[in-house]
């Protein structure tokens, strides 16, 4: 898969981190299967209420009403160069993407000259689940 533009994204994106006390800043391109693009940027406070790049882009799709979603891609390290190091999602943001995705949802993670593909699955094997 060809994800150039949405490398370039993930990179711009990141540079609207709102990250004042660990400077670790988080971009997420969330591609629907409508082919929309959402994005989201970390947002941190001096309380524990921060919010993930990936629950950003997430809940502005959901906000308008998007269910079905292809993948996400998720970039983030230390200042705003490119990181050097893969950024998986953490285990809340896995969590919640599980609600709306189904196991083979792809989940890619830039870095460097690096792209890895990972699917939900791979990342949460064993998700909570409630019955609807």
């Not at 997430?58 to 893969?86: D, H, M």
Request: aromatic share 12%; charged share 30%; proline share 3%.
């Amino acid at each position: 898969m060809n994800l150039e533009k949405e490398i370039d994204l993930v990179y711009k994106v990141r540079e609207n981190a709102y990250v004042p006390y660990s400077n670790f800043r988080v971009g997420a391109v969330l591609k629907a299967k409508s082919g929309k693009i959402y994005t989201g940027c970390n947002i941190e406070n001096h309380g524990i209420q921060a919010i993930c790049a990936e629950r950003v882009a997430f809940t502005k799709a959901l906000s308008e009403g998007e269910r079905n979603f292809e993948y996400i891609l998720v970039a983030g390290g230390i200042g705003k160069e490119i990181p050097k190091e893969e950024c998986l999602p953490c285990g809340y943001c896995r969590q919640f993407m599980s609600e709306f995705v189904n196991k083979n949802f792809k989940i890619y993670v830039a870095f460097e000259d690096e792209v890895k593909e990972y699917t939900m699955e791979d990342l949460l094997p064993y998700s909570f689940k409630l019955e609807k």
